[in-house]
């Protein structure tokens, strides 16, 4: 994992700015790249800086925390800071790591980026097997870090902020985002079919229509990703008459 993990701010209201910036100060593996008032800036601060992670408040003048999270194609992992529990719900479908309420308490604020720092060193982990050559990655699910062969996955599922790796033996759950998992994928051996589904290549047994099966289970291929999956699995595998 990297010495720092770089972090903004986006907060509205200055004191509680300020006070996020403190905490932040008493955190050794934080490093603060920047503290902004509104969105756009944010999202500004966010194309020109490598971001780790981001401290977001909801309620902003023009465009919405959430709002903002939904114009994002590849957010920073994002805690929610806020004074409106009401958002809880439709913030965690935006795969928000965690939410909290102000006035921010600091053993919550101290759990809420320990989370985070243990969500990017695993991220971490898995990629560094993959820049050695490795055929595993390590998953959390709970309290354990799984060790998962990619040989043994057959398909991972995303329900809403978490996601289940389904294996020839197991199913293991983690709090994770579809796109965070399929990054540290082989991608000569996994495709992204929809939204919410990975499927190993090497299990595929036929496609129909536009339906590919493994075994038992059928898995339908979304409209906007049916062409890329097609010519993806059958370019240099499709046998033709000659």
Known sequence: MPTKINCIIIDDEPLAQKGMERFVSEIPYLNLAGSCDNAVMAMEMLSEKKIDLMFLDIKMPGMSGLQMMKNLSDPPITIITTAFPDFAL?????????????????????????????????LDKAGSGRTKGNDFCFIRCESKYEKLFFDEIIFIESLQNYVVIHTQTRRLISYLTIKSIEDHLPSDLFIKINKSFIISIPKIDNI?????????????????????VLEKLLKDHLVKRT
């Not at 439709?90 to 921010?104: M, N, T």
């Open 90 to 122: 439709s913030s965690y479908e935006l795969s928000i790591l965690d939410y909290i309420i102000k006035p921010v308490p600091f053993d919550r604020f101290v759990k809420a980026v320990t989370k985070a720092k243990e969500y990017i060193e695993l």
């Open 208 to 228: 129909s229509g536009n339906i590919i099966h493994i075994g038992s289970d059928s898995f339908s291929m979304g409209r906007p990703f049916r062409s890329q």
